[in-house]
């Protein structure tokens, strides 16, 4: 394979890799909304302690306290990086061919590390005593899918109680106390107040006209106002 190919090659896999990055970012973005629920709800201790104590079988040592840090504040991001510096799993991007001893070329792979995402889906299931399969089935929905949020308080509730802290944006404060509203200046000119069929008489309706006036005016009161030559004249009201 030429140069040329070889370039592109390794672009395409760059981009694999970062395409398996963004969609471990997005259940991390579930896990982060899980950690802050629980963060909302009283504990014994520190959950990040508890967090780091809590083992996962299969692993030799649990993910660090740090993890449960970044996912309270939503460092979706320190998170990641974490799990790429813990993977035991390399993904692939290319390899260069280098010049070692006694003069021969050795093939020298050039490797990321796959974050390892049922890992910290499991120790944090185990934290939150959630199912496991529960967790990784809400991840894989994403932060923004409708049910996301309604499912955290629906497994949190029954094992860890309603929340005891505010979480989320507060609200913006409300002042003191709000001016009085501004009375409309009152009009001097008389009212002239008609029922819907007083009306109608007045008009001279025919039945057919009555019945579309009458639908017209089912809901509504008409206001009839002064020509805009006639400041002086009435503004009667017709009132059904």
């Not at 955290?152 to 979480?167: C, Q, V």
């Not at 200046?185 to 009212?191: I, K, S």
């Not at 001279?204 to 009555?210: H, N, S, V």
Request: glycine content about 6%; aromatic content about 4%.
């Amino acid at each position: 394979m030429d140069r040329g190919g070889k370039e592109q090659r390794r672009r395409d896999r760059l981009r694999d890799y970062q395409a398996q990055l963004e969609a471990t970012r997005q259940s991390v973005a579930v896990l982060a909304e899980f950690a802050r629920g629980r963060e909302s709800r009283a504990a014994d201790r520190p959950l990040e302690a508890e967090f780091a104590a809590t083992a996962v079988e299969g692993c030799a040592e649990p993910l660090p306290a740090g993890v449960w840090v970044a996912l309270r504040r939503g460092d979706l991001d320190a998170v990641v990086d974490i799990l790429v510096q813990a993977a035991t799993e390399q993904f692939l991007i290319a390899e260069h061919e280098e010049l070692g001893s006694g003069y021969r070329l050795t093939a020298v792979p050039e490797s990321r590390g796959v974050p390892d995402l049922d890992r910290l889906i499991a120790q944090v299931a185990a934290l939150l005593r959630v199912p496991n399969d529960v967790l990784s089935v809400i991840a894989g929905w994403g932060p923004e899918d409708p049910r996301t949020v309604a499912e955290i308080d629906h497994l949190l509730d029954p094992r860890h109680g309603p929340p005891t802290a505010a979480t989320g944006a507060r609200p913006a404060p409300r002042p003191a106390s709000l001016p009085a509203p501004t009375k409309a200046p009152a009009d001097p000119r008389t009212r002239l107040t008609l029922s819907r069929a007083e009306f109608a008489a007045v008009l001279a309706l025919t039945p057919d006209q009555r019945d579309v006036f009458a639908a017209l005016t089912r809901e509504a009161d008409i206001l009839i106002r002064a020509d805009s030559g006639g400041s002086s004249a009435a503004s009667p009201t017709a009132e059904a």
